[in-house]
C-alpha cells in the first residue's frame, strides 16, 4: 500500500515537471533571433546618432509605422528623411544632435517565428542650438517581422512624459522669451513711430 502511493506521488511529479521540461528549451530556439535582434537596436542607434537616415529605414519592414517622440507617424522613406531634416536642420529647429540609448525591460517576446514584441526604456540626450545638453527619459515599444530571412521594425512607438518633458520646456521657454522680444520691440518701435508722427503733427498745424 505504500509502495503504491509512493509511485502515484512519483507520478504526479512527473505529470508537473514533463510540461516544465518542454517549455525550456522553447526560447533557446530563438537565441540567434536574440543575436540579431540585439544587432538591429544597435544599427538603428548609430543610425540615429549619426543622423543617417537611408540607415534607418533600412532598419523597417517594407510596411512599417514609426510614432516619434513628437507623436508624428512615420510610414515611408520620405516622410522620415523630412521629419529629421525639420527637426535638426529646419529653419525653426532648435535641436543640432541626439544620442540614443535603449534599453529592453524584456526579452523579445515570440507571437511566431516571424513576429516578435519588445519594449523598454532609452535616455535620450539633446544638443541645443545653443550648446546646451538636455536629457530625456522616453519609453518605447517595437513589433519586429522577419522578410527575407532578416529581422526588421515593423512599428516602432516612442513616448514621453508630458508633464516631465525638459526638451519641451525649453522650446517652450524660448518662444515665450520670443514673444516677450517681439512686444518689447514693437512698443518701443510704436513708440519711436508715435513720436515721430506727433513731432509732424506740431510742426504742420491745420
Same mark, same amino acid.
Given at each position: 500500500? /505504500?509502495?503504491?502511493?509512493?509511485?502515484?506521488?512519483?507520478?504526479?511529479?512527473?505529470?508537473?515537471?514533463?510540461?516544465? #521540461?518542454?517549455?525550456?528549451?522553447?526560447?533557446?530556439?530563438?537565441?540567434?533571433?536574440?543575436?540579431?535582434?540585439?544587432?538591429? &537596436?544597435? &544599427?538603428?542607434?548609430?543610425?540615429?546618432?549619426?543622423?543617417?537616415?537611408?540607415?534607418?529605414?533600412?532598419?523597417?519592414?517594407?510596411?512599417?509605422?514609426?510614432?516619434?517622440?513628437?507623436?508624428?507617424?512615420?510610414?515611408?522613406?520620405?516622410?522620415?528623411?523630412? $521629419? $529629421?531634416?525639420?527637426?535638426?536642420?529646419?529653419?525653426? #529647429?532648435?535641436?543640432?544632435?541626439? /544620442?540614443?540609448?535603449?534599453? #529592453?525591460?524584456?526579452?523579445?517576446?515570440?507571437?511566431?517565428?516571424?513576429?516578435?514584441?519588445?519594449?523598454?526604456?532609452?535616455?535620450?540626450?539633446?544638443?541645443?542650438?545653443?550648446?546646451?545638453?538636455?536629457?530625456?527619459?522616453? &519609453?518605447?515599444?517595437?513589433?519586429?517581422?522577419?522578410?527575407?530571412?532578416?529581422?526588421?521594425?515593423?512599428?516602432?512607438?516612442?513616448?514621453?512624459?508630458?508633464?516631465?518633458?525638459?526638451?519641451?520646456?525649453?522650446?517652450?521657454?524660448?518662444?515665450?522669451?520670443?514673444?516677450?522680444?517681439?512686444?518689447?520691440?514693437?512698443?518701443?518701435?510704436?513708440?519711436?513711430?508715435?513720436?515721430?508722427?506727433?513731432?509732424?503733427?506740431? /510742426?504742420?498745424?491745420?
Amino acid at each position: 500500500m /505504500k509502495m503504491n502511493l509512493i509511485r502515484l506521488l512519483l507520478f504526479a511529479f512527473a505529470i508537473q515537471i514533463v510540461p516544465l #521540461a518542454d517549455a525550456q528549451p522553447a526560447d533557446d530556439n530563438h537565441q540567434a533571433d536574440h543575436v540579431a535582434l540585439r544587432a538591429l &537596436r544597435e &544599427r538603428v542607434v548609430t543610425a540615429l546618432d549619426n543622423q543617417d537616415m537611408k540607415a534607418l529605414t533600412s532598419c523597417f519592414a517594407t510596411n512599417f509605422a514609426f510614432t516619434t517622440v513628437t507623436q508624428d507617424v512615420l510610414t515611408n522613406d520620405a516622410q522620415v528623411q523630412e $521629419f $529629421f531634416d525639420r527637426m535638426f536642420h529646419g529653419d525653426g #529647429a532648435l535641436i543640432t544632435s541626439l /544620442k540614443t540609448e535603449p534599453k #529592453a525591460d524584456i526579452l523579445t517576446r515570440f507571437l511566431s517565428d516571424n513576429v516578435g514584441v519588445c519594449y523598454g526604456t532609452s535616455i535620450d540626450t539633446y544638443t541645443m542650438k545653443s550648446g546646451e545638453i538636455v536629457k530625456m527619459n522616453v &519609453r518605447w515599444s517595437a513589433t519586429v517581422v522577419k522578410e527575407n530571412g532578416e529581422w526588421k521594425v515593423a512599428i516602432a512607438h516612442v513616448g514621453t512624459d508630458f508633464l516631465n518633458n525638459p526638451v519641451l520646456d525649453r522650446v517652450t521657454s524660448f518662444w515665450k522669451r520670443a514673444v516677450c522680444i517681439a512686444c518689447s520691440v514693437g512698443i518701443v518701435v510704436g513708440g519711436i513711430i508715435g513720436w515721430i508722427l506727433g513731432r509732424r503733427g506740431r /510742426k504742420n498745424p491745420a
